[in-house]
């Protein structure tokens, strides 16, 4: 770890970053199924209405995509990896990833 590096340390870094892409819902989606295996922060609402950000990436599902008995990309949902384990994230409620140390918000 570097001495003195928190996060307001990074969060002051994060202004020097490029400026955010702006996508299409559509975009956003193919780039979250798209990205293999790589972690990226994402900015989501859960289905409670709580907000959620979280480090995740796509991994090896077990079942494949579609889950044994139920089709979670037809409803719109996509599960991903944690480091505590699979999650579920509805894709029509991503409002912006960070992949690297580009950001990517939703129209």
């Known amino acids: 770890m570097i001495l003195g590096w928190n996060k307001k340390v990074d969060r002051r870094l994060e202004k020097f970053a490029a400026p955010a892409v702006m996508l299409t819902r559509s975009q956003m989606s193919s780039l979250i199924k798209t990205t293999p295996e790589v972690y990226m ?4 609402t859960k289905l409670s209405g709580a907000g959620m950000r979280r480090m995740m990436r796509t991994g090896p599902f077990p079942g494949g995509p579609k ?24 894709l029509k409620n991503v409002e912006k990833v960070k992949l690297g140390n580009q950001i990517y918000k939703v129209k």
Do not use: F, L, Q, S
């Open 67 to 90: 889950g044994p008995v139920y089709d979670y990309e037809a409803r719109g949902y996509w599960v991903m990896m944690t480091n505590e384990g699979w999650r579920t994230i509805v």
């Open 41 to 44: 922060r994402i900015w989501t």
